[in-house]
């Protein structure tokens, strides 16, 4: 009986629960203790960062902490990456400090608003993403030659000096500053540069203990405790009361260098955000994997673009500097626990109050000690890692000529020489092919390296066609690109050298065979004949081991007696036997050695693995497992019965007794998936329903329906948010339900009692291609009911249950 999907108007009313929390007290507003420490921390290190940042650009001291609290408490609350931390960064020091020498700062402040509609524009045209396509050798370019210009200009300041306009000049500069330094200023810079640098590498655990007080607090603490019990003669914070404080005014200036102005801190201000955005995510993520905690949604980017551009309106409004994500203080968020939008909320607050009560401490800190912290953190911001990593992938010309136009002409000019030169990089890298002829072991090898491309045709023709007529010929490709020219190219050549006698075979740079994708070549299925390119499809790229896979509807092939089209039947039989000899030509070859092997030793997989019958679910695909990982259990609706309850089918139980006791699983797992025909079916079902084998059998289905429309049950989540319809919060409650099936069983309970055997739940999107894990614990009756994304793993993973487990942490 096939489970079709119904119509949804048939789905019966009193089973259809609205989309929002069972009915009964609200919950109040809550914050988590997590959330209220992190704010702290983060407060402790943003606090001297937001005035240093805004001494470095020239700013009113005030316009730092008005940008703190406006990044904290709106693009906290509107943007779309919960835990990202917002404010006045460090990349945004040169651009702003220029367009405050050009054209003062009330211009500055409109041109900060108009970034932020600029940038609510783009995230309403859902350019986000586009964003992350720039080359990341020209963003850290970009960050590194902001960090020199950043510590040319605040080493003046840590020497007791003034800073000039231009990077150029404080570099130049500099000699004549050493021989005026300030005894006074270059002590205190002195103290707070060491610092900085010893405070995160005290030892031992007392050293644990006292780095949970922020470096950058205790740096300009010390410095300012120093500085006021000793007397010393240095310039010091002077915030005017905010009666005074500067507002924006109209734009006064060239509409051109407006608009230059606007489209950099637009572009930087984005970057930024968005970048950091994506880093916190991997960091939330690695917490999660780390400590079993349930993440936190991926980040929207589009809806963080629109809150980072309300942020900046609201600060240019109130005289703030320009807001962006910022990675150091996110980072501090993510570290100190924090699990909402909240602590990033909490410390826009703190900031507020700090402003408001804490004007005399704040200026008992010395300028100096606020420059030698901005200056720490322009070094830094010339990574060592990322240096390392556009060595090995050969971008450092990119990386060094961006920083260069950064550092001696400007952002806007230095990104687009990055941009200019990585295309320039491209295309050597597209038009570099290398092509080798060799005889090895009397076959001839054809080495082609690098991309290719039509540009290359010439002279991979020029060496195909030296080949004798009948030889075996081993094609060597090492690239990653070939366009359709010079495809076209070797396919007619290798067609032809086929037809002449000879053998052509296609490998990888390791040696591995390629298959063939969309062109006969001379092989043979079971029978013998010459294997065709039926069920070769160009939409089967990921699977190519699946080389009789059906993407749509296709021709069946003559039948014996001439009749053009064969019977269904006969369709059938040739998709069957086509798919098994593609199996013995490419696969078997591949897969032998570890299937003697295992018929040799025996199976012993690492997971019972428990899923729906449903042809859309590839349990070895979305598992990346292989032959011996997996015993897979399947059946209608992934049900486990419960123990006395099976009626004569005892194959589910039996399966569970076996892979329990004889093959000693480490794991369980039960996956459902969307889409499920059989809970359409349970969904649609009545008392009055015939007797069928399959109403019979979905019976077992009926206390998920039941835990469904409890209210003393929690509803099921699915990454954050609820159900799409009411078949998608059953399969979510089947997989909880089912579980706790398992859990009734005598041998699960003993080895789980043992602390031998855990339980996974799993949903798997199939519209989506994204699978979801259960959050919880293996005690009984401890789940939460919530799936959580699983992100896609950064390196190859173990299969089987160690793939679950890897994926998660990824």
Known sequence: MTLCPPDRTTTRPRLQRPHSPPDGPRRRFRIAGADLSASVAVFLIALPLSLGIALATGAPLQAGLVAAAVGGIVAGRLG?????????????????????????????CAITVLA???????????????????????????????????????LHIVLGGTPQSSAVDNALGLPAQLAHTSAAALVVSALTVGLLLIWPRLPGRTGRLLRAVPAALVAVAAATAVAALTGLAVPRVDLPSWSSHALPGLPEGPFLGIAAGVLTITLVTSVQSLLSAVAVDKLVAKRAADTGTAATPRSRLDRELAGQGAANVVSGALGGLPVAGVAVRSVANVSAGAVSRNSSILHGVWIVLAALLLVPLLDLIPLSALAALVMVIGIQMVSITHIRTVTRHREVLVYVVTLAGVVFVGILEGVALGIAVAVGVALNRLTRTRITREERDGRQLV?????????????????????????????????SFMDHAAHETLHDWQAAHLSRGGTVETTGPSGGRIPDSGHAVRATDGSGDAAGTAGRHSCCGPWTPWRNHQCGEQKPPPSPDGVEGADEAGATRHRLASGIGAFQRDTAPLV???????????QRPSQLFLTCADSRLVTSMITSSGPGDLFTVRNVGNLVPLPGEE????????????????????????????GCGAMQALLNSGPDDPSTPLRRWLRHGRP?????????????RISGRLPADAVEQLCLTNVVQQLEHLRAYESVARRLAEGTLTLHGMYFHVGEAQAYLLAGTDEVHSYDDVFNHVPPSSGRTAPGAEALEIARAS
């Open 116 to 154: 932020g509609l600029a940038q609510i524009g783009l995230a309403a045209l859902r350019v986000a993403r586009s964003a992350l396509v720039v080359s990341p050798a020209i963003v850290h370019g970009m960050l590194a030659g902001i960090g020199v210009t950043i510590a040319l200009a605040q």
């Open 80 to 108: 779309g990456s919960p835990l990202q931390v917002s404010g006045p960064a460090a990349g945004l020091t040169v651009v702003t400090a220029e367009l405050i020498q050009r054209y003062g700062w009330r211009t500055t």
């Open 704 to 716: 998920s329906l039941t835990r469904m429309a409890s209210r003393r049950h929690a509803w099921a």
């Open 447 to 479: 080495h082609i390296r690098g991309q290719l491309t039509f540009l290359a045709v010439p002279r991979l023709s020029r060496a195909l066609h030296q080949i004798p007529a009948g030889a075996d010929v081993v094609v060597e490709l090492d690239g």
């Open 647 to 674: 009626s004569g089918d005892d194959s589910v139980a039996a399966a569970i007794e076996y892979a329990v006791e004889v093959l000693r699983v480490e794991s369980i797992t039960i996956c459902g998936h969307s």
């Open 592 to 602: 032998r050695d570890e299937l003697a092997r295992l018929a040799r030793e025996g």
